[in-house]
């Protein structure tokens, strides 16, 4: 492993499972700590010789891709399966199921909401349904952002391909690309940074915009575009506004968007019709990928292969995929508004009534004064 600058570069011989540090000292005064480790490997299986693809079990919670594992030999954890995310991570809750780990470290943790400086553990056990990562790096994430114990990255299967069944709601782990990929609609997968996106076309009359999309299976909602994409192709444009929304994630601030509704989104070749799209609004500090993220209420009503081994994605419409999507705004229907009128005048009604019974009445003396 050779490292280049315009100064000088550096070479090492470095061998599976083994931690190099050094530091690199710059005009013998400013340095720079290092450390290479090639500690993190395939997966194995436990207790078996088996060959061919590995099944595991998946769920949708609270909008999100979901499986249960096991760190460090801890009770089953509910871990949140983030094609965003480069890395794995524990919330509060992981611990008081028994996921201990020793902090060594810290890493600059950037995602929807900022960066944060976070402790780290270096060297895990996860295990998956059979399937266990025995030196696998964790941060550790200080306050319970989200009703799951857990995040594991895409990472966990680089090399491999894999298979996202939303029909049978299970996760299929390929060392190649599976036969049944030819009866998919092919569409590139490049990365952007390290994650990996794909081209959305988003359509509105005769115009149309395209870009690269984050796959984000830990995303709630349809799509967010950021600030970038929307000023560079003139969003919302003549896009019906629904209302506003707000994102979250793993940094301190939150994303203020406005919801607009796209007549027509295409993914691969497929079109989706009247698509709730938050675009976000202006402000500093957001971590907003290149174009935005793609969330689960598109993503799931495909059936995905992920080659992450060439870089290529292929999708499929399955049964959820007719379903109309969901309009959530802070906007209030007008029917809902209206029986709360309704409900509030009978109140009044009723108090000024009840009111009217209890009045005493008048000395027929005093009528005809």
């Not at 693809?53 to 460090?72: A, F, Y």
């Not at 390290?194 to 115009?207: D, I, M, N, R």
């Not at 029986?339 to 009534?353: E, F, R």
Request: glycine share 12%; net charge neutral.
């Amino acid at each position: 492993m050779t490292f280049i600058s315009d100064v000088d570069s550096l070479s090492f011989d470095v061998l599976p499972g083994c931690t190099y540090d050094f530091t690199v000292l710059l005009g013998g005064r400013d340095s720079c700590r290092t450390r290479i480790s090639t500690m993190m490997q395939a997966y194995g299986r436990l207790g078996s010789h088996a060959v061919g693809p590995d099944t595991i079990p998946i769920s949708i919670t609270k909008g999100k891709l979901n499986l249960v594992g096991t760190v460090n030999g801890s009770g089953p954890l509910n871990l949140i399966f983030d094609t965003g995310a480069e890395g794995c991570a524990l919330y509060p809750s992981a611990q008081g199921k028994g996921a201990e780990f020793q902090l060594d470290g810290t890493t600059l943790n950037s995602g929807t909401g900022g960066t944060t400086q976070r402790r780290t553990a270096s060297d895990n056990r996860l295990e998956i349904a059979g399937l266990r990562w025995d030196h696998e790096p964790f941060i550790a994430v200080e306050r319970q952002a989200d009703r799951a114990d857990g995040i594991v990255g895409w990472p966990l299967f680089l090399g491999k391909v894999v298979e996202l069944d939303y029909d049978r709601m299970i996760m299929v782990v390929y060392d190649e690309l599976p036969a049944k990929a030819a009866g998919y609609a092919r569409t590139a997968m490049p990365y952007v940074g390290p994650l990996t996106a794909v081209e959305v076309v988003l359509v509105a009359g005769e115009k149309r915009e395209g870009g690269l999309f984050i796959l984000d299976t830990a995303g709630t909602g349809a799509m967010n575009v950021n600030q970038a994409f929307s000023a560079a192709h003139g969003l919302p444009g003549a896009m019906r506004v629904l209302g506003k929304s707000a994102s979250r994630g793993v940094g301190s601030g939150v994303i203020r968007n406005e919801v607009v509704l796209v007549p027509e989104l295409v993914i691969a070749g497929f079109s989706l019709p009247d698509v709730p799209v938050h675009l976000e609004l202006p402000a500093t500090g957001n971590q907003a990928p290149p174009g935005g993220v793609l969330c689960m209420e598109v993503l799931a009503r495909f059936n995905t292969i992920l080659d992450y081994r060439r870089q290529e994605a292929y999708f499929r419409p399955n049964s959820r995929f007719d379903v109309p999507f969901g309009r959530r705004t802070r906007d209030v229907p007008w029917p809902v508004v209206f029986g709360v009128v309704l409900s509030i005048v009978a109140v009044i009604m009723g108090v000024a009534l009840t009111r009217a019974r209890r009045r005493p009445p008048a000395d027929p003396s005093t009528r005809a004064r």
